[in-house]
């Protein structure tokens, strides 16, 4: 089961992150996703949770991420995370807009 949230700022990710810690979730379960590459990274290591990797992502998708376009990068994420390909769409163009997204998944 996946929540998604979208939030406005790396203060309201570590709010989220906070309180969905609270509800039982690990730092192993939590993933933060940001429009761009370097923010993501930031994010996940300032805040001590995951972000979308080989491990979700498997051998081939990670190969294929380097000839994907950023949104079809994100979209790829989302889905290899479980979200649908139309939910994948909707964060995606949130992330565009610069939010950020903040994904549990037990």
């Known amino acids: 089961m996946e929540n998604v949230y979208v939030v406005e700022n790396s203060v309201k990710a570590k709010e989220k992150i906070d309180q969905l810690m609270l509800q039982g979730y690990t730092k192993d379960e939590i993933y933060v996703i940001a429009h761009e590459p370097d923010l993501t ?17 498997g051998i081939l998708d990670k190969i294929a991420n380097v000839f994907r376009s950023r ?4 979209r790829n994420q989302f889905e290899n995370l479980g979200l649908t390909e139309a939910e994948a769409d909707r964060y995606e163009a949130e992330l565009d807009k610069g939010y950020l997204i903040v994904v549990a998944k037990k």
């Open 71 to 74: 949104g079809d990068e994100l």
């Open 41 to 57: 990274d930031k994010l996940s290591e300032n805040l001590h949770v995951n972000q979308v990797g080989m491990e979700e992502e």
